[in-house]
């Protein structure tokens, strides 16, 4: 039974619940002041508490995805095995692993579903399907050629027209999309739902044929790194801009021009696009912060992010960067709610300070919040405006 799973979910309820309702009943059964009756009521309390607070964070876990298996808590995941998926060599080392025994399924170009996703998570491969109509949504993990970090799980959707002799010698445009923190990428496909809402928007040709590559903010989970490049530490930020986009790039046909790559992301993940795309314009053009922030705080690292250094954490804030920098030539997207988001006053002012040749939009729905069903509503919108901005 999966970690996700519905079926466990409620499973944990019930037996929260059960456990509440033997309390009442055995509790004046052990109603004597004799220590071995004084136990019996401690442990009882301690078991249904502790079932209860499991129950609770077996929901929160299924609502925001912080985890999509029990190897993955537990540490015990296998890297993913090999395929072949590679168009070209990138260098000694395999950069890129493509595991296809966890692909879709995917809604027919002509029929828009959303995915589903069965007891244990993730979608288990559904009837078979042409990829040339459906696409192909496979599992990846790419290690850095130059940081030597590792991504984690993650996730690859290929269109349809990846796979259409019309288009064997297109190279199409790439959106990086990143989970806030915690996070793992499963939880773009099941929660954000992002490859089912691209492959609706294609079928209806509100968005041009992108590849979406869909990885954790946190290679270092549970370490919180800001995607920051740590002074004598992990390079997470050059993980992002360089290594993984190398790899995508030697492995799938797509382009290298950064006027064909976005990247997206949620809370953390926000913030990590919003930087990403403006400390590296001559690889990204385009980004959305969805809910994002942008001042950096330091994350959850274990020394500090920025060596001591304010001048450092300065430039590794986007707010900071457009007041005392030349502003890039990139497109920025921002999303927030007027009631509800914390965040609305720091987005704001962040828009406020755009300035050419930086662009800046905006999406402010009247009410929402810091979760998944407001990003839902804000996803469709933000990938036909980053269609719009990648060629």
Not at 332 to 348: A, D, I, K
Request: glycine content about 10%; aromatic content about 10%.
């Amino acid at each position: 039974m999966g970690l996700t799973s519905g079926v466990f979910g409620w499973l944990m309820v019930a037996v929260a619940a059960g456990s509440l309702a033997a309390v009442v009943w055995a509790w004046p059964r052990v109603a004597r002041r004799r220590l071995p009756y004084l136990a019996a009521r401690l442990v009882m309390v301690a078991v249904s508490q502790l079932l209860v607070t499991a129950a609770f964070l077996v929901w929160l876990n299924g609502y925001f995805s912080f985890y999509d298996s029990w190897s993955q808590l537990l540490g015990t995941s296998q890297p993913a095995q090999a395929v072949s998926a590679r168009h070209a060599a990138a260098g000694p080392a395999k950069q890129l692993v493509v595991d296809g025994s966890r692909p879709g399924p995917l809604p027919d170009a002509g029929r828009p579903a959303p995915l589903a996703a069965p007891p244990g998570g993730l979608p288990r491969p559904g009837p078979p399907s042409s990829p040339a109509v459906s696409g192909r949504l496979m599992q990846i993990a790419i290690t850095g050629q130059r940081t030597g970090l590792s991504s984690g799980p993650g996730y690859v959707y290929l269109p349809p027209q990846y796979f259409q002799p019309a288009y064997r010698h297109t190279r199409f445009p790439v959106v990086l999309a990143l989970t806030g923190y915690p996070g793992v990428a499963g939880g773009i496909v099941t929660r954000l739902e992002l490859p089912s809402v691209a492959a609706s928007l294609l079928a209806a040709r509100q968005i041009r044929p992108t590849v979406f590559v869909m990885l954790s903010v946190s290679p270092l989970f549970p370490y919180d790194t800001e995607c920051t490049d740590i002074p004598a530490g992990p390079q997470v930020e050059s993980f992002f801009a360089q290594d993984v986009t190398r790899a995508v790039e030697h492995a799938f046909r797509v382009t290298a021009s950064p006027a064909g790559w976005g990247v997206v992301g949620y809370s953390t993940g926000g913030f990590c696009a919003t930087k990403l795309a403006m400390m590296y314009p001559t690889r990204f053009s385009a980004a959305v912060s969805m809910a994002g922030y942008y001042q950096a705080y330091g994350g959850r690292f274990p020394r500090d992010l920025w060596g001591g250094s304010v001048a450092y954490r300065h430039e590794n804030s986007p707010a900071w960067r457009l007041r005392h920098l030349p502003a890039p030539p990139v497109s920025v997207l921002v999303t927030s709610s007027r009631t509800g988001e914390r965040s609305l006053p720091g987005t704001l002012a962040f828009l406020h300070e755009i300035r050419p040749p930086m662009r800046g939009y905006s999406l402010i729905i009247p009410q929402g919040g810091h979760n998944f069903r407001t990003w839902n509503r804000e996803l469709a919108p933000s990938l036909e405006w980053l269609s719009r901005h990648l060629s």
